[in-house]
């Protein structure tokens, strides 16, 4: 069955910097793959989405990246901010209307 | 978009009692989805509900411990039976785009359950 592997540690770094998220799946190439945010106490958000045909997708400071050969996506904060501190989880589909999540990784911006 | 929320949002129970846990949208949506979250651990899907018709409940979920309704197309209840602390997580609702286009999700804000 497919498994997403998102890094359990946490990412600390300094305002300003970018901040930068991998997510890795074990099996298929989905036809998209999504990155949510989650704060404490709050359900998830969603933030892109980037197809299988896709290489890149911005959206204002985020930028995220796929590749079908790597079974990676790398998800990017530019010029992050402590407001960005959050968990960061990543999604697949698993055709038809299933999506599966990632346990996502803490993101600390230190001021 | 999409505004769910969801009731109680938090709650502590003994074990062997059962909880309902609602969830409204803010609009007609087809599909509607329960997870459950655990402490550090990812969301994992309990069942879909679709109005109409009985939840497709996944590996590991069986209706007996978790009924499902669906009585419109903005509203449904989970009911956790028979609890125990293995219980004990937040139950998320969730509703895929209101456009019915299956490319994001919308959560509400989860229901934190306690079973001592």
């Known amino acids: 069955s497919q498994k997403i592997e998102q890094n359990s540690e946490a990412l600390n770094i300094q305002e300003g910097k970018t901040a930068t998220l991998t997510c890795n799946y074990t099996n298929y190439s989905p036809a998209y793959l999504q990155w949510y945010r989650q704060d404490p106490g709050r359900g998830p958000v969603f933030l892109l989405l980037i197809r299988e045909n896709e290489k890149e997708k911005r959206k204002e400071r985020l930028k995220v990246t796929f590749d079908t050969t790597l079974k990676q996506s790398l998800f990017h904060i530019t010029a992050s901010q402590p407001a960005d501190s959050a968990t960061y989880l990543c999604a697949l589909d698993t055709g038809g209307f299933k999506t599966i999540f990632g346990a996502g990784t803490r993101l600390f911006v230190k001021a | 978009s999409a505004v769910i929320s969801q009731k109680p949002s938090r709650d502590i129970c003994q074990r062997g009692t059962s909880l309902t846990i609602q969830c409204q949208v803010d609009s007609q949506v087809t599909m509607m989805f329960w997870y459950r979250q655990q402490p550090g651990q990812s969301l994992t899907l309990i069942a879909t509900?679709?109005?109409?018709?009985?939840?497709?409940?996944e590996s590991g979920f069986v209706i007996d411990k978790f009924p499902i309704s669906r009585p419109n197309l903005t509203f449904s209840t989970l009911t956790v039976s028979n609890m125990s602390p293995e219980d004990s997580s937040i139950y998320l609702c969730?509703?895929?785009?209101?456009?019915?286009?299956?490319?994001?999700?919308?959560f509400g804000p989860g229901t934190r359950l306690t079973v001592l």
């Open positions: 509900a679709n109005q109409g018709s009985e939840a497709t409940y």
């Open positions: 969730s509703v895929e785009s209101p456009r019915g286009a299956a490319d994001e999700q919308f």
